[in-house]
């Protein structure tokens, strides 16, 4: 969409699709990834002489540890206007907060009433979420239809998100080694899909089972390895948790790795991004309503701050980065 809505030099329908882009990648992405997307809403916004710094994503809040009542604001907000989207998203992101930090009660309560009255294409989307709230708030014959409903959708979509998804939930409803194997199944299914937040989550969920059948050392290699992921992703409170895990896994405290933040601002990650996607600098500023010599300015301290000197090492570089 954004692709043709540039193509066509359509800035309204740019700006919409930057910003749809932003929200889908809290689904199957990185928030970190839909923060660049937002930055590229606001370089549109002020090429074409508009405001850019109050663009925002509410679901994007959440899961960046915004306020709750500034979120729950927001939400309602964007209600009033006519956007109920924007609401349900921001309501799903409040609960996939809930549930990294553990309040699957209120995960549940925001999450049901949202997946019983679906609204259009999205909420649907949080189906295995409200499973996970289930499940741990003691209501596990209701996930139970939810995970057949998932798996019939799998089954007849053959998309490996799906797939990964349904894994998950039906690893929830155990706590076997078939359970185990469900989750390590449902992570690679997600690796293959892309979605390294969802894949991570798997492996969280996987390294927790075997924590508490005293498989420590299994467990730690999987909560390290998404403990890297959320904190590469910008997922702060599913790292928080991995953290925790860690900690109640045995791991030394200087084995529970320090949150890594990326040295690029979020101009410079949209930037790298774009080049390692193999954009020109004249293609990058046509995106980023920049300068190509603007652009090339940006790279230079990119390949800096990252210790690269090429494109390729560029791109391997942030390959390695969202995993």
Known sequence: MTRAARDAGSLQALDTGLWVSSLAELTGGTPRRAEQYLEQVRELRRAIGYDGEHVVNVAH???????????LRAAAAARDVGFGGVEASALG?????????????DAY??????????????????????????????????????????????????????????????????TDDAASARYAESAQALDDAGAVVDAARSRLLQGELLRRRRRRAEARALLRSAQ????????????????????????????????????LTPREETVARLAADGGTNAEIGATLFISAHTVDYHLRKVFHKLGVSSRRQLRARLAATAR
């Open 61 to 71: 809040l959440a899961w960046v540890d915004a306020p709750r009542e500034q979120v």
């Open 228 to 263: 890297d992921v959320f904190e590469a992703a910008g997922a702060t409170a599913f790292a928080r948790r991995a953290r925790a895990e860690l900690t109640a896994a045995g791991a030394e405290p200087g084995d529970a790795r320090a949150v890594r933040r990326s040295p």
């Open 93 to 105: 992101a409040l609960a996939v907060h809930d549930l990294a930090e553990g309040r699957y009660r």
């Open 109 to 174: 309560a925001t999450l049901a009433p949202l997946v019983e009255d679906p609204f259009l294409q999205l909420t649907p989307l949080q189906v295995p979420d409200l499973v996970e709230a289930a499940v741990r708030s003691g209501r596990a014959p209701e996930a139970r239809r939810h995970v057949e409903r998932l798996e019939a959708v799998a089954a007849a979509n053959g998309s490996p998100w799906a797939r990964g998804t349904a894994l998950r939930c039906r690893a929830l409803l155990g």
